[in-house]
């Protein structure tokens, strides 16, 4: 509300919210479906954002051929592992609370296109794999060329299960995971399926925070990737 010319400087900045704040969308949004509002709340917003069909990827009594997978390349990096882990955590996370109970080899974490069960309702391919080879030609890498942390979230029309997370390098793919995760629904076993291109307007994106337990793990979330510590 602040109108007027001139320079102005502000020293100390206090974020607080009220109902206010909310759309009418949003403040009836655990009576409607959610798919009305899940991709325009990805943070922070990406390039482009197209929406997809979304993916029911759970029911009660699912076969265990029918359970999400992810693929990885052989090759990948703590990065891409600790991306492919998240992924996991968040589907395991909805499907529990769908009532389903979780075991240590549900939503597998795999390195072997081969290995692939054709009858899984959700696959997320990390990287360059054998999978995404067979692809190769539609993914749109041209749109993130000379971009290091540009990464996408692709989906081809006629496979809405198959979710492609692909990137320059494994920070990319990271950031990638970071989106897809803001993307599986919190009250139900769906994931809000969409077509991403995203990249940093620049590579640096620092915060200046005292207490860095507290802040940095939720900073990381939303692709901040350095601090300057204040003494």
């Known amino acids: 509300g602040l109108k007027g010319k001139g320079t102005m400087w502000i020293d ?7 109902a206010a704040n ?19 709340v990805i943070l922070p917003t990406p390039r482009k954002v197209q929406k997809m069909e979304s993916v029911i990827f759970y029911h009660p009594g699912q076969d265990a051929a029918e359970q999400p997978m992810i693929l990885i390349p052989d090759n990948a990096d703590t990065l891409v592992r600790r991306a492919a882990q998240m992924i996991r ?12 109970k979780t075991g240590a080899g549900d939503v597998p974490i795999i390195n072997r296109y081969e290995d692939l069960v054709p009858g899984s309702k959700l696959v997320f391919s990390l990287g360059n794999n054998g ?68 990249y940093p307007g620049f590579e640096n994106r620092y915060i200046t925070a005292g207490n ?14 350095g601090a300057v510590f204040l003494n």
């Not at 909310?22 to 325009?40: L, N, V």
């Open 131 to 198: 999978l995404s080879g067979k692809f190769n030609g539609l993914l749109p890498y041209p749109e993130i060329a000379s971009r290091p942390q540009g990464y996408f979230l692709y989906t081809t029309s006629d496979l809405s299960n198959l979710v492609f997370l692909g990137a320059n390098t494994s920070t990319g793919i990271y950031y990638a995971a970071l989106t897809a995760v803001q993307l599986v629904d919190d009250r139900k076993p769906v994931f809000h399926n969409v077509l991403v291109i995203d």
């Open 12 to 18: 100390s900045v206090s974020y607080s919210y009220t």
């Open 22 to 40: 909310f759309s009418i969308a949003e403040r009836m949004g655990k009576y409607t479906d959610t798919s009305f509002y899940m991709q325009p």
């Open 89 to 100: 955590e968040a589907l395991l996370q909805s499907i529990r609370k769908a009532g389903g």
């Open 212 to 225: 860095m337990k507290i802040a940095a793990g939720e900073m990381v979330k939303y692709k901040v990737n």
